[in-house]
């Protein structure tokens, strides 16, 4: 005598998927926490202040945001200009042939020590990986 129903078993079985695979997810997590972001060769370092955007203050000086500019957090997430309003950051930033900021990266600590480029600022560069292959 068959005691589960058919859709009872049909349930379990996909709960248990669902729950591997968010279980595989959460393992992948802080491995990609660790890697760090690529900024283009170009990127520029620079302080900005969020003031009425598109208006901002860069280094010092009065800038303008370009119309659809991307400006992500720490965690590479796209952060909404408004919601930074009075904030001053750290930032990689990259200009269009306007001249208008067009992408923003806000640094975290880490990022703040790395030259633009992706080297270390003040220190020796780190030493490249071994080749496994060998």
Not at 35 to 58: H, N, W, Y
Not at 65 to 75: N, S
């Amino acid at each position: 005598m068959n005691r589960c129903s058919k859709p009872a078993m049909a349930w379990r079985a996909l709960m248990l998927g669902a729950a591997l695979a968010g279980a595989g997810l959460l393992a992948a997590a802080p491995a990609q926490a660790q890697m760090p972001r690529p900024f283009p060769a170009k990127a520029e370092r620079g302080a900005i202040s969020f003031d009425a955007p598109p208006l901002v203050t860069l280094n010092g000086k009065s800038e303008r945001l370009a119309p659809g500019v991307r400006v992500r957090d720490v965690h590479n997430r796209v952060a909404l200009t408004g919601a930074l309003r009075g904030q001053t950051f750290t930032v990689n930033y990259l200009r269009d042939p306007a001249g208008v900021i067009r992408e923003v990266w806000i640094l975290s600590p880490t990022e703040i020590e790395r030259d633009p480029r992706g080297g270390f600022s003040g220190q020796a560069r780190p030493a490249p990986a071994s080749n496994y292959l060998n």
